[in-house]
């Protein structure tokens, strides 16, 4: 079993940036693919971020290319989502996902990943 917990989030102006973190628990990470989804009400959750065991592989949305940068800290069981120059398109609420099947590859859906946090909300002004 697999604890995520996410922290970071908070109101923040245009042009701003922002970290996320997502601490593991209960279990190493370390050899699965993580991944951070955003959601806005009443939308299907879109994968923002995805990285491999090694930092090896990653993905990002078109939409985030450029100003988002996942990291992880398999020593720590940690997995970052750095953020910058922020829009008010990115207010979401975030969440933290780990696909224990996976390894190498990041999957764009959120039907393989196996284990969630709770979310953390991002607000981005104008």
């Known amino acids: 079993q697999v604890k995520l917990d996410e922290s970071g989030g908070g109101l923040v102006q245009a042009g701003s940036s922002l970290r996320l973190s997502c601490a593991a628990s209960?279990?190493?990470?370390?050899?699965?693919?993580m991944a951070w989804f955003r959601r806005a009400p009443g939308k299907e959750r879109e994968l923002v971020a995805g990285i491999n065991y090694n930092g090896g592989n990653t993905h990002y949305a078109d939409s985030v290319k450029g100003r988002f940068t996942i990291s992880r800290d398999n020593t720590n069981n940690m997995v970052y989502l750095q953020m910058i120059s922020l829009k008010p398109e990115d207010t979401d609420a975030y969440y933290c996902?780990?696909?224990?099947?996976?390894?190498?590859?990041?999957?764009?859906?959120?039907?393989?990943?196996?284990?969630w946090g709770e979310g953390t909300q991002v607000t981005v002004s104008s």
């Open positions: 996902a780990a696909d224990r099947h996976s390894t190498v590859r990041v999957s764009q859906s959120d039907t393989a990943y196996d284990y």
């Open positions: 209960g279990r190493t990470v370390s050899s699965y693919v």
